[in-house]
T-cell receptor
Framework: AQSVAQPEDQVNVAEGNPLTVKCTYS??????LFWYVQYPNRGLQFLLK??????LVKGSYGFEAEFNKSQTSFHLKKPSALVSDSALYFC?????????????????FGTGTQLKVEL | KAGVTQTPRYLIKTRGQQVTLSCSPI?????VSWYQQTPGQGLQFLFE???????NKGNFPGRFSGRQFSNSRSEMNVSTLELGDSALYLC????????????????FGPGTRLTVT
């Protein structure tokens, strides 16, 4: 079974500084990886995904993520943090068992990392 | 396109009652998934429907059920509510063609906040 770990419950960063939110994964085959963000009292918003190809994935709002197969990591990054980036971030992996058939959209999420960007 | 809509947004029920939550996916999206979000268990997959058929099911008791209609709208039902069912229930949709994903990301609605007293 697949799993995702987000080792940090909270990350604090000053506005203008680079930010990193960590994620490691475990899957039986090739991983389909995602980052979502959740603002208070809202659903999840899709940020970016890695399916195949370039290890550096660019997404919405200036975020990017680096896929590292040898370290089984998919860390979220942003060169310059904004106060408005403060939110709850989730890493997720798509169920690899159904990937081959193309069907199935089960996502397994990490526990989430609260990002706090301060002035 | 309009996003995923969920109704109602907030709901208060009493233990032992049952509840039905509704989800309308993005137009053209035929896959609908449901997730439960709680502070203790985080985000957990409930089930997924495609073309009115349940395609995946998470590890939840039989009190949790769902269905999908021909217009892709979906409902989930929880019977005999327990205090532990208090959660944010999220619905997500994604586009598929003949059961194969057109893109792999899912688009989430704002959720239904269920409180069981």
């Amino acid at each position: 079974a697949q799993s995702v770990a987000q080792p940090e419950d909270q990350v604090n960063v000053a506005e203008g500084n680079p930010l990193t939110v960590k994620c490691t994964y475990s899957v039986s085959g090739n991983p389909y990886l995602f980052w979502y963000v959740q603002y208070p009292n809202r659903g999840l918003q899709f940020l970016l995904k890695y399916i195949t190809g370039d290890n550096l994935v660019k997404g919405s709002y200036g975020f990017e993520a680096e896929f590292n197969k040898s370290q089984t990591s998919f860390h979220l990054k942003k060169p310059s943090a904004l106060v408005s980036d403060s939110a709850l971030y989730f890493c997720a992996v798509r169920d690899g068992e159904t990937r081959i058939t193309g069907g199935g959209n089960k996502l397994t999420f990490g526990t989430g990392t609260q990002l706090k960007v301060e002035l | 396109k309009a996003g995923v809509t969920q109704t109602p947004r907030y709901l208060i029920k009493t233990r032992g009652q049952q509840v039905t939550l509704s989800c309308s996916p993005i137009s053209g999206h035929r896959s609908v998934s449901w997730y439960q979000q709680t502070p203790g268990q985080g985000l957990q997959f409930l089930f997924e429907y495609f073309s009115e058929t349940q395609r995946n099911k998470g590890n939840f008791p039989g009190r949790f059920s769902g269905r999908q209609f021909s217009n892709s709208r979906s409902e989930m039902n929880v019977s005999t509510l327990e205090l532990g069912d208090s959660a944010l229930y999220l619905c997500a949709s994604s586009p598929q063609l003949a059961g194969v994903p057109l893109t792999y990301e899912q688009y989430f609605g704002p959720g239904t906040r269920l409180t069981v007293t």
